[in-house]
C-alpha cells in the first residue's frame, strides 16, 4: 500500500537493533486519513470472506483497524492486554511474550463478544514474531470461532511471524513488508509489489 | 445526543455501585458506526474553535476521538497510560488517580507532537470525579498550549468532575450526560435537553 509505505519512509525513524518507530502517524499520534485508508483496504482484502468480528490488541490496533471494520459492517473487538491477571470465567485468555519488552502480557477478550459462528478478521499494528497475531488466535479458538485471516500494518518480513502463522494455515496479509532495516534505513519487500 | 443515549439504555449494565458498563458498544467492543456519529458531534460543536490537536487517553478514548479529529483535520494524539515511569526528558506527564481503580496512572504525551501554538481538544470516554480530564489539561498546559474545551462521551453529572473542570475556566461538552444510575437503573439529566 503506496500511502503507508510512503509514511514509513518519510516519517518512521529506525533506530539501532531494527525498531522501527511509527510514533508520528500510528503508535501514538495518529494520522485518521491514513488509517481510515488502511482500514478500507483491509476490509477490500477480506470483503468475500464472511466477516462477523474484527478483533485487534489495544492501543495500537484500534486506529487501524476502526475502518476495516466500519466497512466490513462488522463490530470491533480489543482485546485488553494487562500484565498480570486473576483467571476470570468471563473471559478468554492468552499469553503473549514480547521479545522488545522481554515480558509477557495476558491478553483478553469477554466471552459475551466471541461466539462460535463468529467469522473473525485479526488486524494488528506489527508482525514480527508473531506473538501477538497468535495470541489473538489462540482467543478465537478457544471461542470455536474461525479465523478468516490475518491483516498485519507493517510486517517484518525478516523475523519468523508470517512464516508461523503461514505454517499454522493462515492467511496473512500485511499493508507493508519490510525486508530490512539495517544501517537505519527501511528497505521493503520487492516481491510484494503486486499487492502495493 | 439521542442515538448515544439509546445504546447506553439499551447495552449498558448498571451494576451496583453506580458503576455504568458499556462493554458492548464502547469499552471493548466498539460500535464503528455510533463512534463516527460521537466523533462528528464533538467537530460540530467544536467546529469554530481553531482546534490543531485532539488528544486522549489509550485504550477506550481513541475510538470516539477518531472521527473528531479527522472531521476537524487535526491529528489524534493518544496519551498512554502506565502505572509507574521512569521520568524521561522528551515526555510530558502528569498524574492522574483513578477513584474506580483505586491506583495511580501516569500518562506521557511525546513533547514532540504538542506544541506551545497547538490549540487542543480533550476528548475522554468518561467523566466522573475529573482526573483524567485535568491529567490531560496539565500535559496541554505544559506544552504551553491553549485549551479549547473538553468532549466527554459519558458524564456522571452526580460526581464532581464538570463542577471541577468548569470551576478551573474550561468548556465542557457532553454527549450524554447521566443524573443517576440509582436503582441500578439510567437517568439522563432532563436540562440536556437541548443538546440532546
Not at 21 to 40: A, C, P, R, W, Y
Not at 44 to 61: A, L, M
Not at 93 to 120: C, G, M, P, R, W
Amino acid at each position: 500500500m503506496e500511502a503507508l509505505k510512503k509514511a514509513i519512509q518519510e516519517k518512521g525513524t529506525v533506530l539501532p537493533g531494527g525498531v522501527l518507530k511509527v510514533n508520528s502517524f500510528l503508535n501514538h499520534q495518529i494520522d485518521t486519513g491514513l488509517m481510515i485508508e488502511i482500514g478500507k483496504e483491509f476490509a477490500h482484502r477480506f470483503n468475500d470472506c464472511g466477516i462477523t468480528k474484527v478483533i485487534t490488541i489495544e492501543s495500537s490496533g484500534i486506529a487501524p483497524s476502526f475502518f476495516a471494520a466500519h466497512e466490513l459492517n462488522a463490530p470491533l473487538v480489543f482485546a485488553r492486554k494487562k500484565k498480570s491477571l486473576t483467571l476470570q470465567d468471563n473471559l478468554y485468555t492468552s499469553s503473549v511474550y514480547s521479545f522488545t519488552k522481554q515480558e509477557t502480557s495476558e491478553i483478553t477478550v469477554a466471552k459475551e463478544f466471541l461466539h462460535e459462528d463468529d467469522t473473525v478478521l485479526i488486524i494488528d499494528d506489527f508482525l514480527a514474531n508473531g506473538q501477538a497475531a497468535l495470541g489473538l488466535v489462540d482467543v478465537v479458538k478457544q471461542a470455536g470461532a474461525t479465523v478468516a485471516g490475518i491483516g498485519i500494518v507493517i510486517e517484518k518480513s525478516f523475523q519468523p511471524g508470517r512464516e508461523k502463522l503461514e505454517s499454522a494455515g493462515y492467511r496473512v496479509e500485511s499493508l507493508a513488508r519490510i525486508e530490512s532495516l539495517d544501517n537505519e534505513s527501511v528497505t521493503f519487500l520487492q516481491k510484494d509489489a503486486v499487492h502495493s
